[in-house]
């Protein structure tokens, strides 16, 4: 459906012959309404198909905190990534442990902090607190505040220009709004995010809030962090979701480009159409990944259940640990005795008999202060 531009151009600066415009978007929903295809529909359907059984996961696993304990953290990664820090998984989880990562602690603190700002996130969600510009605001404070960041004004909208690609908004490959309209941006997604003038479905909502937040741009620093984080929090805040399982930083990250080119291609076409059925495909490839996962970690833990179960002496022990290992998947024996209460000398048979089938391994090469990893469980979710 032919719209055209969504938005309106103003001149921002002059300087030396050199003309740099900023994009200011038109309120949503799009006019004309987005077209559903009967293609498009049946992959609306589809996606719905797959986040109602990424739901039941909920049901499906022992214990649900098992799997969102690393799979937040998963996200935390992937989101930084795209924004260019080199963390792992694992240098994640060493942080949590007070051990040196691989990478700089910039880095891990960056993702860290991502991980703190979605739990407030959800938390303030379900103490009955809107999703809204001040808890926006709130979880860029806590993303940026610590580490790279903290001089980027956390918690704050811009109140100067920023620019997309490019070394000054003259070659940007795109320039958000200018300051003075940030706010009044930013007032009319949170009136759409409320249904306001009308009520659009969660999984099309999320979709044009998206783009939208992403073309606003409101911060210095976090944009992407923060856009992709209320997805998340869209899809949990209006029952889509019971628990946190739908990250799609992961469809991004590999389509990174096409993600890109079909941002712009909103801006300067209005083909929402296009978008939808991206992050429809999105939607549906992720939650089926995330459902493969949470099984593949389901028959992981029995299995390994089973194996430990045959051995002879120290049985109980070993299965604790393990137990222990499946809620945080690499530990220290410091960690472990304090989580489980049971002596040193029992911890480390437990381990040593772990080691011995292959469940775990340990990863520092060192005499004292040795991390454990549960192998295969960092096997199926690392990055």
């Known amino acids: 459906m032919k719209r055209g531009l969504t938005g309106d151009y103003r001149l921002i600066s002059k300087v030396g012959g050199e003309v740099a415009q900023a994009f200011i978007p038109k309120k949503l929903p799009p006019l004309p309404p987005v077209e559903i295809t009967s293609r498009l529909r049946e992959k609306i359907d589809q996606a719905l198909l797959w986040l109602g059984r990424l739901d039941s996961v909920s049901t499906l696993l022992p214990d649900t905190e098992l799997f969102l304990y690393t799979y937040v953290r998963k996200e935390a990664v992937l989101s930084s990534q795209i924004e260019g ?49 001040r808890l926006i605001r709130e979880i860029h404070d806590i993303l940026l505040k610590k580490g790279r960041g903290a001089d980027k004004k956390p918690g704050e909208f811009r109140t100067s220009q920023n620019w997309i690609g490019g070394t000054r908004p003259g070659n940007a490959h795109f320039v958000p709004p200018p300051p003075d309209m940030v706010t009044q941006c930013m007032s009319d997604l949170e009136l759409f995010l409320h249904n306001k003038p009308e009520a659009y479905t969660t999984l099309q909502k999320a979709a044009l809030a998206h783009v939208q937040f ?153 005499k004292r202060n040795r991390v454990f990893v549960y192998g295969e469980y960092m096997k199926i979710l690392e990055v």
């Open 214 to 366: 992403e073309t606003i741009h409101p911060f210095l620093d976090g944009n992407g962090r923060v856009g992709r984080l209320l997805i998340t929090l869209l899809f949990c805040s209006e029952g889509m979701l019971q628990e946190p399982l739908l990250y799609l930083s992961l469809y991004f990250k590999k389509h990174r480009n096409v993600y890109y080119d079909l941002l712009q291609e909103v801006r300067l076409t209005g083909d929402w159409e296009k978008w939808l059925s991206f992050f429809v495909d999105a939607v549906q490839y992720t939650a089926s990944e995330a459902v493969d996962t949470a099984q593949k970690l389901t028959k992981l833990f029995k299995k390994d259940r089973e194996r430990l179960t045959s051995v002879r002496k120290g049985k109980n022990s070993a299965l604790q640990v393990h137990e222990e290992l499946t809620k945080k998947p690499i530990v220290t024996i410091k960690a472990l005795k304090k989580r489980t209460g049971m002596t040193v000398p029992t911890i480390t048979s437990a381990l040593k008999r772990l080691i011995e089938l292959k469940i775990a391994k340990e990863i520092t090469g060192r």
């Open 85 to 133: 820090t080199q963390s792992s998984l694992s240098d994640l989880m060493l942080f949590e442990l007070k051990e040196i990562p691989g990478v700089p602690i910039d880095d891990v603190q960056e993702v860290s902090s991502y991980v703190s700002a979605l739990n407030y996130g959800l938390k303030r969600i379900r103490d009955g607190f809107p999703l809204s510009n």
